[in-house]
């Protein structure tokens, strides 16, 4: 040290970090020139703590030593001796040194830590995108599916319920699995009818697939809905309702679930029973008091649902929008397909006049439609009630061409030639009724009149024509009336007639033909009736004068 005091001087111009050396010489490291050996860290000074954290840091780092280098100063020109100047390393740069390893460890171990981080993040994207994918094209499957019914039957109804049966076809899709069984919630006109649940269906790829509903309870949450779908069920050709819920489909060990099934299914309605055949319309089991009427209608559902059973409807047979009296058909069903509907009830109606002209329509045999109108009370089920008010049947009615004079005898005949167009006929006859109403209906005839070809061998030998002429015994199987007619000759001015009449002189018996129509005014059941127009096709014996 050049044999120099080191006095707490400034060493080389630098202050010893303001730590006094306590009056003792420093010492100077040696350097040392070998490759592997490094200089040993003066540490008297140092505290454990300190020594603890070099050591570790030293190890951490790699380092086999530390190596403090000196600098030497060569003096210029003149004859100075190289000083050294000791440099003397301070815990307080170990300490920084600790420091910036410590910050470059724990970056590395931030940056480790998030790159896995960003790893699992990257795999949880790419599993949520794989599951979320898969999702998507369940629910898009289950959006592009149809459903299709091609049967619908309610059964069992109930004031709120009533078990469901039905067979669907689903549209080809593209997976085979199971779409499990599910609550779905049924909506008409975007509100809420009630809810069932689907069974399990099984489905194949690429295939249409069957599924069958077998007795499901549907439960009905709004009884208004319900009675607008049934009655638009019921009298319109097409209606439609929604299903919607929440399905699961199984792949094999995979589900999908909570996917969407939103559908509108369009369904053929019955189209108000439009295609009605009357088949029998019976009158013949009427009473003293009542005239019964039994129908029987055949009536076609075209549509793919059933009401089994309907049970008892209640209709009001109309007549040209007249109330004629009411029916009742016991334990029907609308089922598919052609349905018979018998009903039964008495005729009551509210305008004679009208009464009269249908009862004449159906005995002169002319087509006649009437209408089984569904009364304000349509059905012994309340379920059915109101969706069955107002239904309307309306069918033809052929009539049964009725002769109500079956046959006539002339037990007089008195014939006044006018001129060569008529001639005036004044008979005694007795005439035979035929009751359409049965035996145990009386019919009290009270006047008759008819306008009629007088037939002889094929030879019509006049227009005959009968005024209203009043009937005294018309309660009587056989009456008997005294008729007046004119005679009117064909264009053959009474030739035919005056063959006619010879023949009438020298035989016993001649047959004469009335072929035209008939009035006529009768009491029955319901009261006095007019009948007009029917068919008057009879036979009439005459006896000859020579009978006389």
């Known amino acids: ?252 060990n995979i589900e999908f679930t909570n996917l969407i099934l939103d559908k509108t299914i369009p369904i053929a309605g019955l189209d108000g029973l439009k295609n009605i055949t009357l088949i029998v319309f019976d009158l013949t089991e009427s009473t003293f008091t009542q005239i019964k009427v039994i129908m029987t209608v055949s009536a076609f559902n075209p549509s793919v649902m059933t009401f089994d059973p309907v049970g008892t409807l209640f209709f009001k047979l109309e007549y040209r929008n007249s109330f004629m009296g009411n029916l009742q058909a016991d334990n029907a069903s609308l089922l598919l397909g052609t349905n018979y509907l018998k009903m039964q009830g008495i005729m009551d109606p509210e305008d004679l006049i009208i009464a009269s002209e249908l009862m004449s329509r159906y005995l002169a045999g002319l087509p006649t439609i009437i209408s089984a109108v569904a009364a304000e009370n349509a059905s012994s089920i309340e379920l059915y009630n109101e969706a069955l008010q107002g239904l309307t049947l309306s069918t033809v009615l052929n009539g049964n061409k009725t002769n109500l004079i079956s046959q006539m005898n002339m037990t007089s005949l008195s014939l006044t030639p006018v001129d060569d167009n008529y001639a005036i006929i004044s008979t005694q006859v007795d005439v035979l009724i035929f009751n359409p109403l049965g035996p145990n209906s009386p019919i009290d005839v009270k006047t008759i009149a008819f306008d009629a070809d007088l037939i002889w061998q094929n030879r019509i030998l006049g227009q005959m024509n009968v005024k209203q002429t009043p009937i005294e015994n018309g309660s009587q199987p056989i009456i008997t009336a005294s008729l007046n007619a004119e005679l009117y000759f064909t264009q053959d001015k009474g030739e035919n007639f005056a063959k006619f009449v010879s023949a009438f002189i020298t035989n016993e018996f001649e047959m004469l033909e009335l072929n035209g129509t008939l009035n006529t005014s009768a009491v029955i059941a319901i009261g006095e009736v007019y009948l007009q127009l029917l068919p008057l096709e009879v036979n009439v014996i005459v006896r000859g004068i020579i009978k006389y």
Do not use: H
């Not at 010489?25 to 454990?48: G, N, Q």
């Open 1 to 252: 040290d050049n044999g120099e005091e080191d006095n707490g001087e400034e060493d080389n111009g630098e202050e010893d970090n303001g730590e006094e050396d306590n009056g003792e010489e420093s010492e100077k490291p040696t350097l040392d020139t070998s490759p592997k050996k490094s200089k040993k860290v003066k540490t008297d000074t140092v505290s454990p703590y300190v020594t603890e954290l070099i050591s570790e840091e030293v190890t951490e780092s790699g380092l086999e030593s530390v190596i403090i280098s000196e600098s030497e100063s060569e003096s210029e020109s003149e004859s100075e001796s190289e000083s050294e100047s000791e440099s003397e390393l301070e815990p307080e740069d170990f300490l920084q040194d600790s420091t910036k390893l410590k910050q470059q460890k724990r970056k590395r171990l931030k940056s480790i830590i998030l790159i896995s981080a960003g790893v699992l993040v990257l795999l949880l994207f790419i599993f949520c995108s794989i599951v979320l994918c898969a999702r998507l094209i369940g629910q898009s499957t289950i959006n592009s599916t149809e459903l299709t019914f091609s049967q619908i039957n309610l059964t069992e109804p109930k004031t709120n319920s009533f078990l469901l049966s039905a067979k669907g076809l689903v549209s080809p899709i593209k997976f085979t699995g199971i779409l499990e069984p599910c609550l779905l919630t049924v909506y008409y006109n975007d509100s809420k009818m009630g809810f069932f649940y689907l069974p399990e269906i099984d489905v194949i790829a690429n295939e249409p697939t069957n599924f069958l509903v077998l007795e499901q309870q549907f439960n009905i949450t709004n009884i208004t809905t319900f009675n607008g779908f049934a009655s638009n069920a019921i009298n319109f050709a097409n209606i439609s309702w929604a299903m919607i819920g929440k399905v699961t489909i199984s792949l094999g």
